[in-house]
């Protein structure tokens, strides 16, 4: 953390993403060489807390290899963008869900980080040895599975690869509409349904 400078800035819509990000790696590692632990990528419809860099400082690169924030989807429900498993039984394919209301307030009353299947990269702070180990059989940000994007792939075939997944419920983000989107939309539509 702050080690060294602004390597790049990228805006990106569609299929050109995966190019994106894959190029925000690359350029890390080309301009800025080992001068850093995380890269972390913060995407402009976020509005992280002020000490969220703060959080990813101390962050143990042992095990916190993927560390997302946690924030809402823009659209009703407005769940976490966060998966975990479900698991269905001998001999069939996990499902991936979203947390449990019950599990997600204790996330946004108990911050801490939470083991996870998937974050959304809004705000997420990716360790610089998940690249440096990645299987280069796997692509890392091209989802080749039609219903997964590219945060939810990424993080799923880095968990394959023996890497951590986590939430830190303490960096809690607004997410950009025509406002914030946060934790109290996810409960009044959960109360409106319910």
């Excluded at 402009?44 to 924030?69: K, Q, T």
Aim: glycine share 6%.
């Amino acid at each position: 953390m702050g080690k060294g400078p602004l390597v790049a800035q990228l805006a990106t819509n569609g299929a050109a993403l995966a190019s994106a990000m894959q190029q925000l790696v690359d350029r890390a590692f080309s301009q800025v060489g080992d001068q850093w632990d995380y890269l972390v990528f913060y995407e402009h419809d976020m509005i992280p807390p002020l000490d969220a860099f703060d959080r990813v400082a101390e962050y143990n690169p042992e095990e916190h290899h993927i560390v997302g924030a946690m924030y809402f989807a823009r659209q009703p429900p407005h769940s976490p963008t966060v998966s975990m498993k479900l698991d269905r039984g001998a001999n069939q394919a996990p499902d991936y869900v979203y947390p449990t209301p019950e599990l997600t307030k204790q996330m946004v009353e108990a911050p801490a980080l939470y083991e996870v299947e998937s974050v959304g990269t809004g705000f997420t702070a990716i360790h610089r040895t998940v690249f440096e180990k990645w299987d280069k059989n796997i692509r890392m940000w091209e989802a080749q599975e039609p219903i997964l994007v590219h945060d939810m792939w990424f993080c799923l075939k880095a968990k394959e690869q023996g890497f951590k997944v986590w939430v830190d419920s303490g960096i809690v983000c607004g997410h950009i509409t025509e406002r914030a989107v946060s934790y109290d939309d996810y409960r009044r539509y959960q109360q409106w349904a319910g």
